[in-house]
């Protein structure tokens, strides 16, 4: 359990400053009434890079594990996403998902590949108030325990958090308002009071909004090692 939390989270401190996933910084924040926007997150540790078909059209191509794509405009209404390794038309994921206009969602690839699936996730990109940062946490790693994260001697942020429980409790993907600043986390056992790993200087940015997911395997190693990955989505 500890070398999971030391691993996992460990990572998020190192990544926060320096992830983003926003391809369109130059464009204009608003989006097109009829299209939404769609970030593509490989998250599956022991799949290949992948190609991304939008209702049959390649969206995007060579998608790498552990990266996000940033966002792509795409059309609204009842879209066919289709997931497949790199050059070839062989579909791990084929699913049918609603895209509200001017709605802005990431799709992450989760799951050992002999399981892999997607999880759709609704991204609200209300910017944060004067002062504030929004993060929130998604735990794809398929094989490891659940966790809380908490303030040091505070409030707990995220609580009990294990794999892909948004699918069912749909309220925890929402965006957790926080001052910006700089942070003592610290990382427990689901459930339980005893501080497991201190992790001391966490950095929020004003006005940033980040999500960050637990992936890899339990016991994995290299590529397929425990982790986390950060993105900021603005």
Partial sequence: MRSFI???LGVLVLSLPFASCDKDDDDDDGMTTGTA????VH?????????????NAVALSNVAYGTASGYSNVTAGNTNIKISPTGTT???????VGLAANGAYSVFAIDSVSRIKAAVVADDLTAPAAGKAHVRFLH??????????AISGGAVLFANRSFNDQATTPAVTAFTAVNAGTYNLEVRAAGQSAVALPLPGVMLEAGKIYTVYAKGFLGGTGTQALGAGVFVHN
């Fill in 140 to 149: 794809f790693s398929p094989n490891a325990p659940a966790v809380d994260i």
């Fill in 43 to 55: 998250a599956s540790p022991n799949a290949p890079n992948v190609d991304v078909r939008v209702n």
């Fill in 90 to 96: 062989t579909y791990v994921i084929d699913a049918n």
């Fill in 37 to 40: 926007r769609v970030n593509v």
């Fill in 6 to 8: 030391k691993t996992a």
